[in-house]
């Protein structure tokens, strides 16, 4: 099993620019999740959801934009590159949240910088 | 607020134990978790708890005293390769995970 795939691994981007970091697990997980990691700081929650059609906003979502149009795949758009979201960031999914560890599975993560 | 705090950075000697603190004030609690961290990798799973007591798990044990809000993991018979950031994280009420910002471990032989 593949587990979790985040690709790119690395980007570059100029202020202004759009892109999409894409995320895909094999585990048939209902739980997906956007976090970025920044030197001194715990993971931050971009955007989470809980099964397909359904997203909803975690600490940190402005700038960013998610879909779940099925189970596998949770891809995270930045509308328009700035400086400030240079960061790295990891996609993470699990079974439903609810009794029990439900242990996180991290992507590999994605290396953002905009210059 | 939600606060989770941990040590910036520990040093200890190939060989040795060492115990990684971590004290937390959350909206709720449904279990605390540690993830291991290696440089310029993605965290993976370590240990739960979410009852009070020791849960021992080979070199690993991980604590937890909800009434204290504090955890720790205690490293046993220390390998270069323990050496990493280890990440604190407690579920909320809410069953969202809150996160230290995280420990580095450094080895020495």
């Known amino acids: 099993n593949a587990g979790v795939t985040q690709t790119p691994k690395f980007q570059v981007l100029k202020t202004g620019q759009s892109m999409t970091l894409q995320c895909a697990q094999d585990?048939?997980?209902?739980?997906m999740s956007w976090y970025r990691q920044d030197p001194g700081m715990g993971l931050r929650l971009i955007h989470y959801?809980?099964?397909?059609?359904?997203?909803d906003q975690g600490e940190v979502p402005n700038g960013y934009n998610v879909s779940r149009s099925t189970t596998e795949d949770f891809p995270l758009r930045l509308l328009s590159a700035a400086p400030s979201q240079t960061s790295v960031y990891f996609c993470a999914s699990s079974y439903a949240p609810g009794s029990g560890a439900n242990v996180l599975t991290f992507g590999a993560g994605s290396r953002l910088t905009v210059l | 607020g939600q606060n989770i705090d941990q040590p910036t950075e520990m040093t200890a000697t190939e060989g040795a134990i060492v115990q990684i603190n971590c004290t937390y004030q959350t909206s709720g609690f449904n279990g605390l978790f540690w993830y291991q961290q290696h440089a310029g990798e993605a965290p993976t799973f370590l240990s739960y708890n979410v009852l009070d007591g020791l849960e021992e798990k080979g070199r690993f044990s991980s604590f937890l005293s909800r009434s204290k809000g504090y955890s720790y993991l205690l490293l046993k018979e220390l390998q270069m390769k323990d050496s990493a950031s280890y990440l604190c994280a407690v579920r909320d009420s809410n069953y969202q995970l809150i996160w230290g910002a995280g420990t580095k471990l450094i080895i020495k032989p």
């Open positions: 959801s809980v099964g397909a059609g359904i997203t």
């Open positions: 585990m048939n997980h209902e739980y």
